[in-house]
T-cell receptor
Protein backbone atom coordinates (compact mmCIF):
# COMPACT_ATOMS: atom_id res chain seq x y z
CA UNK A 1 0.00 0.00 0.00
CA UNK A 2 1.04 3.58 -0.54
CA UNK A 3 0.90 6.51 1.85
CA UNK A 4 1.67 10.22 1.66
CA UNK A 5 2.79 12.53 4.43
CA UNK A 6 2.52 16.29 4.24
CA UNK A 7 4.03 17.43 7.51
CA UNK A 8 3.06 21.08 7.25
CA UNK A 9 -0.65 21.69 7.61
CA UNK A 10 -0.20 25.42 7.01
CA UNK A 11 2.62 27.52 5.56
CA UNK A 12 2.41 31.32 5.92
CA UNK A 13 4.66 33.34 3.64
CA UNK A 14 4.97 36.92 2.41
CA UNK A 15 4.40 37.82 -1.20
CA UNK A 16 7.49 37.46 -3.43
CA UNK A 17 9.20 35.20 -0.89
CA UNK A 18 10.25 31.64 -1.80
CA UNK A 19 8.29 28.67 -0.48
CA UNK A 20 8.70 24.92 -0.15
CA UNK A 21 5.84 22.54 0.59
CA UNK A 22 7.05 19.16 1.77
CA UNK A 23 5.79 15.78 0.63
CA UNK A 24 7.11 12.35 1.58
CA UNK A 25 5.67 9.08 0.38
CA UNK A 26 5.89 5.41 1.21
CA UNK A 27 5.54 2.61 -1.30
CA UNK A 28 7.00 -0.84 -1.92
CA UNK A 29 6.60 -0.41 -5.68
CA UNK A 30 7.39 2.32 -8.17
CA UNK A 31 4.98 5.22 -8.16
CA UNK A 32 3.87 8.25 -10.07
CA UNK A 33 3.70 11.50 -8.10
CA UNK A 34 1.36 14.45 -8.40
CA UNK A 35 0.70 17.84 -6.92
CA UNK A 36 -2.85 19.17 -7.06
CA UNK A 37 -4.06 22.63 -6.00
CA UNK A 38 -7.49 23.39 -4.58
CA UNK A 39 -8.81 26.94 -4.41
CA UNK A 40 -11.63 27.72 -1.96
CA UNK A 41 -14.89 25.99 -2.79
CA UNK A 42 -13.45 24.38 -5.90
CA UNK A 43 -12.30 20.95 -7.06
CA UNK A 44 -8.72 19.83 -7.57
CA UNK A 45 -6.54 21.13 -10.38
CA UNK A 46 -3.42 19.31 -11.51
CA UNK A 47 -0.34 21.43 -10.85
CA UNK A 48 2.42 19.08 -11.99
CA UNK A 49 3.34 15.41 -12.15
CA UNK A 50 6.32 13.09 -12.21
CA UNK A 51 5.98 9.95 -14.29
CA UNK A 52 9.53 9.18 -15.41
CA UNK A 53 12.63 10.81 -16.84
CA UNK A 54 13.96 14.05 -15.43
CA UNK A 55 13.44 14.20 -11.70
CA UNK A 56 12.73 17.94 -11.85
CA UNK A 57 9.28 18.84 -13.15
CA UNK A 58 7.82 22.29 -13.65
CA UNK A 59 4.38 23.85 -13.94
CA UNK A 60 3.35 26.70 -16.20
CA UNK A 61 2.86 29.08 -13.27
CA UNK A 62 6.36 28.86 -11.80
CA UNK A 63 6.09 25.91 -9.41
CA UNK A 64 8.56 23.05 -9.58
CA UNK A 65 8.99 19.75 -7.76
CA UNK A 66 11.86 17.33 -7.57
CA UNK A 67 11.48 13.59 -7.23
CA UNK A 68 14.04 12.18 -4.81
CA UNK A 69 13.83 8.39 -4.76
CA UNK A 70 16.40 7.87 -2.02
CA UNK A 71 14.56 10.22 0.32
CA UNK A 72 11.12 9.23 -0.99
CA UNK A 73 10.23 12.89 -1.33
CA UNK A 74 8.53 15.12 -3.88
CA UNK A 75 8.74 18.63 -2.42
CA UNK A 76 7.04 21.54 -4.18
CA UNK A 77 8.87 24.84 -4.54
CA UNK A 78 8.32 28.30 -5.94
CA UNK A 79 11.02 31.00 -5.91
CA UNK A 80 8.58 33.90 -5.59
CA UNK A 81 4.93 33.50 -4.56
CA UNK A 82 1.95 35.70 -5.38
CA UNK A 83 -1.17 36.47 -3.40
CA UNK A 84 -3.09 34.38 -5.93
CA UNK A 85 -1.10 31.27 -4.92
CA UNK A 86 -3.05 31.14 -1.66
CA UNK A 87 -4.74 27.73 -1.77
CA UNK A 88 -4.63 24.17 -0.46
CA UNK A 89 -1.97 21.97 -2.02
CA UNK A 90 -2.23 18.17 -2.10
CA UNK A 91 0.49 15.69 -2.87
CA UNK A 92 -0.68 12.35 -4.28
CA UNK A 93 0.80 9.05 -5.41
CA UNK A 94 -0.36 6.09 -7.43
CA UNK A 95 1.33 2.93 -8.59
CA UNK A 96 2.77 2.98 -12.10
CA UNK A 97 0.90 -0.16 -13.07
CA UNK A 98 -2.61 -1.43 -12.70
CA UNK A 99 -5.42 0.62 -11.32
CA UNK A 100 -5.26 4.38 -11.11
CA UNK A 101 -6.28 4.91 -7.50
CA UNK A 102 -4.71 8.07 -6.10
CA UNK A 103 -3.59 8.23 -2.49
CA UNK A 104 -3.52 11.78 -1.15
CA UNK A 105 -1.80 13.52 1.70
CA UNK A 106 -3.77 15.65 4.14
CA UNK A 107 -2.86 18.85 2.34
CA UNK A 108 -0.87 22.00 3.07
CA UNK A 109 -2.58 25.36 3.20
CA UNK A 110 -0.37 28.05 1.64
CA UNK A 111 -1.20 31.52 2.97
CA UNK A 112 0.43 34.37 1.08
CA UNK A 113 0.31 37.79 2.73
CA UNK A 114 1.17 41.18 1.22
CA UNK B 1 -13.63 20.91 -24.63
CA UNK B 2 -15.78 20.46 -21.54
CA UNK B 3 -14.02 19.21 -18.48
CA UNK B 4 -15.45 16.97 -15.80
CA UNK B 5 -18.88 18.15 -14.68
CA UNK B 6 -20.78 17.23 -11.53
CA UNK B 7 -24.30 17.83 -10.29
CA UNK B 8 -25.70 19.09 -8.09
CA UNK B 9 -23.26 21.63 -6.69
CA UNK B 10 -24.70 21.50 -3.19
CA UNK B 11 -27.07 19.14 -1.45
CA UNK B 12 -28.61 19.04 2.01
CA UNK B 13 -30.08 15.80 3.35
CA UNK B 14 -31.12 14.42 6.71
CA UNK B 15 -29.85 11.31 8.43
CA UNK B 16 -31.24 8.08 7.02
CA UNK B 17 -32.02 9.51 3.61
CA UNK B 18 -30.52 8.42 0.32
CA UNK B 19 -28.64 10.59 -2.16
CA UNK B 20 -27.50 10.33 -5.79
CA UNK B 21 -24.65 12.37 -7.19
CA UNK B 22 -23.86 12.60 -10.87
CA UNK B 23 -20.71 12.99 -12.95
CA UNK B 24 -19.94 13.44 -16.63
CA UNK B 25 -16.34 12.68 -17.58
CA UNK B 26 -14.05 14.76 -19.72
CA UNK B 27 -14.42 14.15 -23.44
CA UNK B 28 -12.40 11.13 -24.52
CA UNK B 29 -12.28 9.64 -21.04
CA UNK B 30 -13.92 6.35 -20.19
CA UNK B 31 -12.88 5.75 -16.59
CA UNK B 32 -14.51 7.48 -13.64
CA UNK B 33 -13.29 7.52 -10.05
CA UNK B 34 -15.07 8.91 -7.00
CA UNK B 35 -13.42 10.44 -3.95
CA UNK B 36 -14.73 11.72 -0.63
CA UNK B 37 -13.05 14.78 0.88
CA UNK B 38 -14.02 15.48 4.47
CA UNK B 39 -13.44 18.96 5.83
CA UNK B 40 -9.74 19.59 6.38
CA UNK B 41 -8.70 16.27 4.88
CA UNK B 42 -7.30 14.97 1.62
CA UNK B 43 -9.58 13.11 -0.79
CA UNK B 44 -10.19 9.43 -0.04
CA UNK B 45 -10.76 6.95 -2.88
CA UNK B 46 -14.25 5.42 -2.92
CA UNK B 47 -14.30 3.40 -6.14
CA UNK B 48 -13.56 3.42 -9.85
CA UNK B 49 -15.76 2.47 -12.80
CA UNK B 50 -14.81 1.28 -16.26
CA UNK B 51 -17.02 -0.39 -18.87
CA UNK B 52 -19.96 -0.04 -16.51
CA UNK B 53 -18.29 -2.16 -13.84
CA UNK B 54 -16.63 -1.37 -10.54
CA UNK B 55 -12.92 -2.07 -10.99
CA UNK B 56 -11.51 -1.11 -7.64
CA UNK B 57 -12.96 -0.08 -4.30
CA UNK B 58 -11.58 1.79 -1.35
CA UNK B 59 -12.40 1.26 2.31
CA UNK B 60 -16.04 2.39 2.21
CA UNK B 61 -19.12 0.48 3.38
CA UNK B 62 -21.69 -1.05 1.07
CA UNK B 63 -23.94 1.96 1.67
CA UNK B 64 -21.81 3.57 -1.02
CA UNK B 65 -22.61 2.23 -4.47
CA UNK B 66 -22.21 3.43 -7.99
CA UNK B 67 -23.12 3.00 -11.57
CA UNK B 68 -21.61 3.83 -14.93
CA UNK B 69 -23.70 4.34 -18.04
CA UNK B 70 -22.86 3.48 -21.68
CA UNK B 71 -21.97 7.14 -22.31
CA UNK B 72 -19.36 6.83 -19.50
CA UNK B 73 -21.22 9.14 -17.11
CA UNK B 74 -21.50 7.89 -13.56
CA UNK B 75 -23.60 8.10 -10.42
CA UNK B 76 -22.63 7.75 -6.79
CA UNK B 77 -25.38 6.57 -4.45
CA UNK B 78 -25.21 6.72 -0.69
CA UNK B 79 -27.92 5.03 1.38
CA UNK B 80 -28.84 5.49 5.04
CA UNK B 81 -26.94 8.75 5.32
CA UNK B 82 -24.93 9.44 8.45
CA UNK B 83 -23.71 12.77 9.76
CA UNK B 84 -20.19 11.61 8.95
CA UNK B 85 -21.06 11.39 5.27
CA UNK B 86 -21.01 15.19 5.09
CA UNK B 87 -18.17 15.98 2.70
CA UNK B 88 -17.16 17.21 -0.73
CA UNK B 89 -17.59 14.39 -3.23
CA UNK B 90 -15.20 14.59 -6.15
CA UNK B 91 -15.42 12.82 -9.45
CA UNK B 92 -12.32 12.28 -11.57
CA UNK B 93 -12.00 10.93 -15.09
CA UNK B 94 -9.15 9.47 -17.10
CA UNK B 95 -8.60 7.39 -20.22
CA UNK B 96 -7.99 3.72 -19.41
CA UNK B 97 -5.48 3.14 -22.16
CA UNK B 98 -2.92 5.44 -20.66
CA UNK B 99 -1.52 3.94 -17.51
CA UNK B 100 0.53 7.08 -17.18
CA UNK B 101 -2.43 9.34 -17.57
CA UNK B 102 -3.65 11.83 -15.07
CA UNK B 103 -7.00 11.96 -13.34
CA UNK B 104 -8.88 15.19 -13.97
CA UNK B 105 -11.26 16.33 -11.27
CA UNK B 106 -14.64 17.99 -11.37
CA UNK B 107 -15.69 20.85 -9.08
CA UNK B 108 -17.33 18.49 -6.61
CA UNK B 109 -20.68 18.16 -4.90
CA UNK B 110 -20.90 19.48 -1.35
CA UNK B 111 -23.13 17.15 0.68
CA UNK B 112 -24.38 18.24 4.07
CA UNK B 113 -26.17 15.71 6.26
CA UNK B 114 -28.24 17.16 9.11
Amino acid sequence: AQSVTQLDSQVPVFEEAPVELRCNYSSSVSVYLFWYVQYPNQGLQLLLKYLSGSTLVESINGFEAEFNKSQTSFHLRKPSVHISDTAEYFCAVRTNTGFQKLVFGTGTRLLVSP
Amino acid sequence: DAGVTQSPTHLIKTRGQQVTLRCSPKSGHDTVSWYQQALGQGPQFIFQYYEEEERQRGNFPDRFSGHQFPNYSSELNVNALLLGDSALYLCASSPLDGSTDTQYFGPGTRLTVL
